[in-house]
């Protein structure tokens, strides 16, 4: 049985090394879902109004997709009990992202309200890189 026991025990943070995570992604998603919709209220053009349509909407997807990550991926047991606000923070901005929010929605009220989550979820983010 020695023989399967293994002679190096090894621990990880997590499945890859920090620095891949950040907020940036999710944020630059919304920034550019934000000027989609601004766009789209510029535009005279039936055309352009449908393909605006769809890029918003993928690009909402790809905001909860960062965000997804981000909440299950980076945060840990710790930085919940730190930040108990996270999981409002992530479930209100993942749906601001969503059907109910920028997805489903032409507003650009909806898009800065997304913006100000990824900023409150940002700034935690860094606060947990100092520690």
């Known amino acids: 049985m020695s023989v399967l026991r293994p002679t190096t025990v090894v621990s990880a943070h997590c499945d890859l090394p920090c620095g891949v995570y950040d907020p940036a992604q999710a944020r630059i998603e ?3 879902v934000k000027a989609t919709i601004e766009k789209y209220h510029a535009s005279d053009d039936d055309q352009f109004k449908v393909r605006a349509i769809a890029i918003k909407e993928e690009r909402s997807d790809l905001v909860k ?3 997804w990550v ?3 991926d980076y945060f840990k047991p710790p930085h919940f009990e730190k ?3 996270l999981n409002t923070l992530f479930n209100e901005a993942t749906k601001l992202a969503g059907a109910g929010g920028t997805k489903g929605s032409l507003d650009v009220k909806v898009a800065d309200e997304l913006l100000a989550k990824i900023a409150e979820i940002d700034a ?3 606060e ?3 520690g």
């Open 70 to 72: 981000l909440w299950t």
């Open 124 to 126: 935690i983010f860094w």
């Open 83 to 85: 930040y108990p606000q």
């Open 65 to 67: 997709h960062h965000l």
């Open 30 to 32: 919304a920034e550019s």
């Open 128 to 130: 947990t890189k100092k």
